[in-house]
């Protein structure tokens, strides 16, 4: 072997440590972010899929509630409609008895 081949050798393997430690790092961060670039699409269809079935109903809801305001207005309307109807008739039975 040459010197140049031993000491291009020496260097390689002095800084293999690094090498390796900085490819393992890099590995790391690449599954890293491949996952969490995958979870970021799941949610991205899930949260489309849930909007599409979803998103429509806030309408629905918001005749369910204006129906149930028009059957409880309805039910104080007959309440008032009673007690009118009640006083109404004490007035009556009282201008006949006297």
């Not at 491949?34 to 429509?56: K, T």
């Amino acid at each position: 072997m040459s010197q140049e081949k031993i000491d291009a050798y020496k260097k390689e393997k002095s800084g293999r440590k690094q090498a390796i430690a900085k490819h393992k790092k890099n590995v790391k961060i690449a599954k890293i972010t491949s996952l969490v670039v995958v979870v970021a699409i799941v949610a991205a269809i899930v949260g489309s899929v849930l909007w599409n079935n979803f998103g429509g109903s806030s309408s629905a809801a918001a005749e369910s509630a204006s129906t149930e305001v028009s059957v409880e207005a309805t039910a104080e309307d007959s309440v008032v409609t009673e007690s009118t109807e009640a006083v109404s008739e004490e007035a009556a039975s009282e201008a006949s008895s006297n």
